[in-house]
């Protein structure tokens, strides 16, 4: 295997984790917030992966595509939240399974729709080319999605760590009843985040799209990382989800290369690891 | 005297197990009421009915004559209860800052409102703080930042669950002069209180539960010296 194969996995690393954060950040603060695994997240990746092929036939611009989809599926979130997860509050098994409805619907919705065929998105003018770093051909376009990634967590980290928004749905995280208690306004706080972690999950849909494509299953195939992640990093942690998107987007990635037979050995044994000897995960909290 | 906060008729259950069984009292403005009782007496169910994490399933709960019985507890919140947890429940993960900022409200009607800076002096340990994670503070300084937190509410009513528990002579005595302040200051407060001694210096009235049931209301005063009652009730002597 030359220099070139493990640079480039690990770029592919980088850019899978860099999707993944996207995913499971506002996965992860959903879950620590409202208590609820969301298995609809996936969903609305793929939803939004699907958006951004009807938005980038009359805009073609996928940066202008990922912020129009983030919003349209954070709409949409917002909906789920706030006419039907809101009705079950305190039914948290009932939310969860109404969750797992919405992914069933959204997936045939998109079928219907968009087709059973695989649908990539063009990647941005200018970003088609590699570009040669100390020797090595980079895919520009990745580089972008790491970055785009990294701006995301430092943007997300001043937000929950340098607002008084962030201060309230940490508190929320750390103790509900009592920031309620403390007059925290706990239902506002469900749907703002709920509608942004939607957002993430659907402008990262479409930001993937040049790499992963929107596909029929696209949904099937991201969820099950998005909870890996999580369970790895910490429910509620913003930098466990960060640390352990990337830990992900390393072991799947090199796990497919180096030994495809043993891809889902490799994927689940560090949860299964951590799970049994950190239950809370890497960055979690005793009590959240 | 107007009434701050006066509890009528309230019945609250846990699942199957009758907790409170019509239970009332009232606090007077300005005054602090001592809630007294044993271990397992309902002291701790009634702050909770009061401050909606378990709403009575009958009865009136009213703050200043307007009905709070079965809102949403941050409504209550925002309605004028101020509540200092057993346990004191700080948000660990939160500076001491973001946890006395996070409970801030404002209140139109506060005559010298709660600010960071006046908690700050009323706690001066808070001040030196500021910037730790709630978590790593000892229990003392735990206990006056649920207090500030509290006050950082401007609240009309302060409901205080054993605000002496677990803490050493020295602090147990900065709290009840803490108290005494706040009182001093016209604040309304009840206090649940295992400690009689503090809580007899600084009630003006006591309420009395037993088995889930009021058994004695009256002025301090009637108590202090009425060994029967005092044993009969609390267990003690």
Request: aromatic share 8%.
């Amino acid at each position: 295997m030359t220099m070139q194969f493990w640079v480039i996995q690990t770029l592919n690393s980088l850019a899978l984790g860099g999707l993944l954060f996207l995913l499971a950040a506002g996965f992860s603060l959903i879950f620590g917030l409202m208590r609820i695994a969301n298995l609809t997240h996936g969903a609305f990746y793929m939803l939004g992966a699907y958006i951004g092929v009807s938005i980038l036939q009359f805009i073609s611009n996928l940066w202008i595509a990922a912020l129009l989809g983030g919003l349209v599926v954070a709409l949409f979130g917002g909906l789920v939240e706030r006419f039907i997860l809101r009705k079950l509050a305190g039914n948290e098994l009932g939310q969860v399974l109404v969750t797992l409805g919405f992914a069933y619907i959204i997936a045939d919705f998109c079928l219907v729709v968009w087709g059973g065929d695989p649908i990539p998105l063009p990647t941005p003018e200018g970003l088609e080319s590699p570009v040669e770093i100390a020797g090595f051909m980079f895919p520009a376009y990745r580089l972008a999605v790491v970055a785009i990634a990294l701006a995301t967590g430092v943007a997300l980290y001043l937000l929950m760590e340098r607002t008084r928004l962030g201060a309230m749905i940490r508190a929320g995280v750390d103790d509900m009843q009592m920031a309620r208690a403390v007059g925290i306004p706990v239902s506002r706080l469900f749907t703002i985040v709920f509608c942004l972690g939607s957002a993430l999950a659907g402008a990262g849909g479409i930001l993937g799209g040049p790499i992963m494509s929107a596909y029929p299953g696209l949904d099937a195939d991201m969820l099950p990382l998005a909870l890996i992640v999580v369970i790895l990093g910490g429910v509620g942690s913003l930098v466990g989800a960060f640390v352990g998107s990337f830990i992900i987007g390393f072991v799947y990635t090199f796990g497919i290369a180096l030994f495809p037979q043993l891809a889902y050995v490799i994927l689940f044994l560090p949860m299964i690891v951590v799970i049994a000897f950190r239950p809370r995960g890497l960055f979690g909290r005793a009590g959240a | 005297m107007t009434e701050a906060l006066s509890i009528s008729g309230i019945n609250a259950l846990y699942g199957d197990s009758h907790v409170l069984h019509d239970v009332s009292f009232a606090l007077n403005s300005g005054r602090v009421l001592a809630l007294l009782g044993r271990n397992g007496a309902g002291k701790t169910t009634c702050m909770s009915a009061i401050v909606g994490f378990l709403p009575p399933r009958d009865g009136e709960i009213r703050l200043f004559d307007e009905p709070i019985a079965r809102l949403a507890p941050e409504t209550i919140s925002r309605k004028g209860i101020g509540f200092v947890p057993q346990g004191r429940r700080v948000f660990a993960s939160l500076t001491v800052r973001e946890n006395l900022d996070v409970a801030r409200q404002s209140r139109h009607d506060a005559v010298t409102p709660w600010t960071l800076d006046r908690v700050c002096d009323l706690f001066p340990r808070l001040r030196e703080r500021l910037y730790q994670h709630a978590g790593s503070l000892s229990g003392g300084e735990q206990q006056m930042l649920a207090i500030a937190r509290a006050l950082m509410g401007n609240p009309r009513v302060l409901l205080m669950d054993e605000p002496s528990e677990g803490l050493a002579p020295l602090i147990v005595a900065e709290v009840g002069r803490t108290i005494a302040r706040l009182k001093e200051a016209g604040q309304s407060i009840v206090l649940v209180e295992q400690n009689l001694k503090l809580a007899l210096d600084l009630a003006d009235d006591v309420v009395m539960l037993n088995t889930g049931r009021v058994v004695f209301a009256g002025a301090v005063d009637e108590v202090r010296n009425n060994e029967a009652l005092l044993t009969q009730h609390l267990g003690i002597f």
